[in-house]
Structures are given as C-alpha cells and as structure tokens.
C-alpha cells in the first residue's frame, strides 16, 4: 500500500480507504463489517471514512466497537456532519457542529477525529458561523483537521478566503473515469491552495468493476439488487453505459490488472487525489481494490479509456 499526504496537514493516508456509506451498520452484518475493517489494516489501508448521518449513528457506532482496542495511532479517522439525524437536527450551525461532534465522538468511542468534513454546505447558516465553529472544534482538540465534501467552487473559495479560521485540507468530491466534473474547478482550486481529493464513488457505485452486463439482471447479492443501495447505483445501469464499460475490459487486460484495479488505478493518476474511498462487505473485495495502489500504467492505456467513455453523459 503507498500513502499520500492529505492537503497541507500532516496525515498521510492510504491511496485507497475503506467506506462505510450503506454498508456497515446498515447494509451488512456486524461479522462482515469486522471481516473488512481487519482485512483494511492487514491491506494497510489506515484510513477509514464514515458520517453521522450514515445509518443515523449506526455506521460511526459500529466502527466505534470494532476500532476498540486497536492503537488510535495506526488509523486515520474521518466523519462528516450536516446530515439530518433527527427531525431538527440537520445542518452547519454552531449548535448542530458542537452537538454533533460530541454525539459522534461518543459513538465512535475516540477523544477525536483526525478530519472532520461538512458533508454538503448549508445555505441555511451563514459561512462565517460554520468556519467559527469549526475552528473552535479543532482548537478544543475534537478533530486535528477539517475538510468538506461536493462544495461549489464559489462556496470553496469564500472559504479559502475567509481570515482567522482554520482552512481545510480535503475535500470529498464523487470522482471516476465515468464522472470528472471536479477537473474543471475543484481540483484546480484544491492543488493551489492545500486540499487534497478523497474521492467517492470511485467505481460508479460498482458499475467499473465491470460486474454488471448489458442486458442481464444484476449478479445476486450485488449492490444493484439491494433496496438499501440499489438506489445510489440506478443513475449508472444504463444500458449505454455498462456496454461502454464491457469495452474497458481489454484495455484493462493490456495493462494486465482486472477492470476494477485499471479503474482506481485511473483516479490515483491524478496527483491532487490523496485517496479513493471503496466501500466493501468482503475482505476479498479489498484485496482487489487495495491492489490499485501503486499500479505503474501506461498512460496511453488512461487516454484510450478516456476516449472510449467520452461520449457518455455524466450522471450523479
């Protein structure tokens, strides 16, 4: 496993990290959850990214039992607030921040979070009192560093701006060789100013593993066929688009890696992405993943994949 550092911060972290959107606490049994997270650390991937709002508090309090016991200095740690967790808990508001931190702090049975990301930016509450707040999150030691996923690059660089608070380091934004919008701006005003990518969705919700046929119902026990998941992955199963992915396989057979490793491979081209979240209720599955890293590719093989796929329209 290679490791790259995050942003201006003094973490680094493992090219690919381990999600637990949909999946532990929610999706998958407690035995499989624990499986992943102790292949994760025999893999060494060190960093592991989940939110308050996945499985309200189910996701951070299941990784909370299965992190007890292991030194707090072999993983980085990372949640997200913003999400709704009650019927008036939602948002970016001093109240929200401070009550939230503490609740998944509590959860996740740690005295803080090496990054504390808001998870979409809140128009309800002004910018200024969301930066104070988590300026003051940090100062009090409950997280070392923050970090925000799918901003504008408007409401980026109001941030970026802004004096006196602290300045973020990540940024989570959806990212694959199916979906590259972050390339026009968020990854240019990233690089030039300290924030590094930990991209989401890297796969397209599983589709660039190349597991789904055109044509043919989804593979039993796959993402496609959950009610929990199937929803996040429908955008994707169109018919043009898993027909594009089959021709991606003998690209990926040139450079002698499966689909799934070209795939992640292609978005740790990138220099300003310091980690792709994959989510997983195997260890083989990680295995697979956690292969990606350090893959040397011949970036002809990159650029013929780009070409095949151009013509696709980019869908959440």
């Given at each position: 496993?290679?490791?790259?550092?995050?942003?201006?911060?003094?973490?680094?972290?493992?090219?690919?990290?381990?999600?637990?959107?949909?999946?532990?606490?929610?999706?998958?049994?407690?035995?499989?959850?624990?499986?992943?997270?102790d292949?994760?650390?025999?893999?060494?991937?060190?960093?592991?990214?989940?939110?308050?709002?996945?499985?309200?508090?189910?996701?951070?309090?299941?990784?909370?039992?299965?992190?007890?016991?292991?030194?707090?200095?072999?993983?980085?740690?990372?949640?997200?607030?913003?999400?709704?967790?009650?019927?008036?808990?939602?948002?970016?508001?001093?109240?929200?921040?401070?009550?939230?931190?503490?609740?998944?702090?509590?959860?996740?049975?740690?005295d803080?979070?090496?990054?504390?990301?808001?998870?979409?930016y809140?128009?309800?509450?002004?910018l200024?009192?969301?930066?104070?707040?988590?300026?003051?999150?940090?100062?009090?030691?409950?997280?070392?560093?923050?970090?925000?996923?799918?901003?504008?690059?408007?409401?980026?660089?109001?941030?970026?701006?802004?004096?006196?608070?602290?300045?973020?380091?990540?940024?989570?934004?959806?990212?694959?060789?199916?979906?590259?919008?972050?390339e026009a701006?968020?990854?240019?005003?990233?690089?030039?100013?300290?924030?590094?990518?930990?991209?989401?969705?890297p796969?397209?919700?599983?589709?660039?593993?190349?597991?789904?046929?055109?044509?043919?119902?989804?593979?039993?026990?796959?993402r496609?066929?959950?009610?929990?998941?199937?929803?996040?992955?429908?955008?994707?199963?169109?018919p043009?688009?898993?027909?594009?992915?089959?021709?991606?396989?003998?690209?990926?057979?040139?450079?002698?890696?499966?689909?799934?490793?070209?795939s992640?491979?292609?978005?740790?081209?990138?220099?300003?992405?310091?980690?792709?979240?994959?989510?997983?209720?195997?260890?083989?599955?990680?295995?697979e993943?956690?292969?990606?890293?350090?893959?040397?590719?011949?970036?002809?093989?990159?650029?013929?994949?780009e070409?095949?796929?151009?013509?696709?329209?980019?869908?959440?």
């Amino acid at each position: 496993m290679k490791y790259r550092k995050l942003g201006a911060s003094d973490l680094e972290v493992s090219e690919i990290s381990l999600g637990s959107w949909l999946t532990y606490g929610v999706g998958v049994e407690l035995d499989k959850a624990k499986a992943c997270v102790d292949a994760s650390f025999d893999l060494g991937i060190n960093f592991i990214d989940t939110a308050n709002v996945y499985g309200r508090g189910a996701a951070e309090s299941v990784l909370g039992e299965l992190l007890a016991g292991r030194k707090r200095d072999s993983y980085v740690l990372a949640t997200k607030v913003f999400g709704q967790m009650s019927d008036t808990d939602q948002g970016l508001s001093r109240v929200q921040i401070e009550k939230q931190i503490d609740a998944s702090l509590q959860r996740l049975k740690v005295d803080h979070v090496d990054l504390y990301q808001c998870h979409r930016y809140d128009t309800n509450t002004p910018l200024e009192e969301t930066m104070a707040a988590l300026t003051d999150v940090v100062k009090a030691g409950k997280a070392r560093w923050i970090g925000f996923s799918e901003w504008a690059p408007t409401q980026i660089e109001a941030a970026i701006a802004m004096p006196g608070v602290e300045h973020f380091v990540s940024s989570q934004p959806q990212y694959s060789l199916l979906y590259r919008r972050p390339e026009a701006k968020v990854i240019p005003i990233s690089a030039a100013n300290g924030i590094s990518q930990i991209v989401w969705s890297p796969l397209a919700q599983g589709v660039l593993s190349g597991k789904y046929l055109p044509g043919a119902p989804p593979p039993a026990g796959t993402r496609a066929t959950s009610d929990e998941m199937g929803g996040a992955i429908r955008s994707w199963m169109r018919p043009e688009v898993l027909e594009k992915v089959q021709e991606l396989k003998p690209i990926a057979a040139k450079a002698g890696v499966s689909l799934t490793q070209f795939s992640l491979a292609w978005v740790l081209r990138e220099p300003n992405i310091a980690s792709a979240i994959v989510g997983a209720s195997r260890p083989e599955q990680l295995k697979e993943n956690a292969g990606a890293s350090g893959l040397a590719i011949d970036p002809a093989l990159f650029a013929e994949a780009e070409a095949l796929v151009a013509s696709l329209e980019q869908v959440r």
